[in-house]
């Protein structure tokens, strides 16, 4: 589903934060990334939702390549669901309203259908009756799986994940990794980017470390856990 060749980053001020990256994710595959602050991880995730463009190298999602030059990026976008550390939801818009705004505005799909599946995505996260909230009204553990829930309105069929509890509160961490956790058993392909060990130690089909721009390291749950 994700097939990385030779990513390399080079940003504008010079710092290569990708030096030559591969990576692959077969469908239904979940891929936990770990390492330093500043290893690139967070770059290799916003490659791979065309948020940054690679300096060389190859990236397909799906057979579709994202590099070639001829790519309509905003069509592959499209297929690739990202969640942040901080939510980033828009505060002036309910929950409803934050879920719905991308498959109207990008889709073009009909309200009452957009309604429809943001009310069956808030049902999944268990926030079925915080609809008419607003973001301000939330705990960071509920934006946070609103959050999941709106990249997931898109129906994508990868997501992203960048620390997604990071900055949450520790009761909160495990409500969010409970809705990654359910995403997981349903078959969905993902990449996360976490320090939570349990985690990728109970979800993950593998473990990627990151340092310096490089992949240093790639083991099995299971081998990670036997030679700790
Ligand atoms: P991580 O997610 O592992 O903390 P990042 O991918 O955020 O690592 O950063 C890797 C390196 O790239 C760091 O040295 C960081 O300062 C640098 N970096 C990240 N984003 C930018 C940017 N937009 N412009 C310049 N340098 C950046
Ligand atoms: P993260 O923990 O997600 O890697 P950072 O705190 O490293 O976040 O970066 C936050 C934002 O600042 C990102 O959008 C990143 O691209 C940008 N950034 C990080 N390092 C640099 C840098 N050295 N120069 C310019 N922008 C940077």
Same mark, same amino acid.
């Given at each position: 589903m994700i097939k990385a060749r030779d990513v390399v980053k080079t940003y504008p %001020?010079?710092? @290569?934060? *990708?030096k030559g990256v591969d990576l692959d994710v077969a469908q239904g595959e979940v891929v936990v990334i770990i390492g330093p602050s500043g290893s690139g991880k967070s770059t290799m995730l916003r490659t791979l939702n065309l948020l940054e463009g690679v300096t060389s190298g190859e990236i397909e999602i799906d057979g579709n &390549? *994202? $590099? =070639? +030059? #001829? $790519? %309509?990026i905003n069509k592959l976008r499209e297929d690739v669901g990202m969640v942040f @550390? &901080? /939510? %980033? *939801? /828009? +505060? =002036? #818009?309910t929950v409803l309203g934050n879920i719905t705004l991308a498959p109207l505005k990008v889709k073009g799909i009909k309200q009452s259908e957009a309604v429809k599946i943001a009310e069956n995505l808030l049902v999944k996260v268990g926030l079925a009756d915080k609809r008419d909230s607003y973001p301000s009204q939330l705990s960071g553990g509920q934006q946070q799986r609103v959050a999941i829930a709106r990249a997931l309105a898109m129906h994508p069929k990868v997501m992203l994940f960048d620390e997604p509890t990071s900055a949450l509160d520790p009761e909160m961490i495990g409500e969010v990794l409970d809705v990654i956790k359910t995403l997981a058993r349903e078959g969905m392909t993902m990449v996360v980017v976490t320090h939570e060990m349990g985690f990728a130690r109970e979800v993950s089909d593998r473990v990627i470390f990151m340092d310096e721009g490089l992949k240093i390291e790639e083991n099995t749950p299971e081998e990670i856990y036997n030679n700790p």
């Open positions: %001020n010079g710092v @290569q934060a *990708l &390549s *994202l $590099t =070639h +030059p #001829k $790519t %309509n @550390q &901080s /939510f %980033n *939801l /828009f +505060p =002036h #818009k």
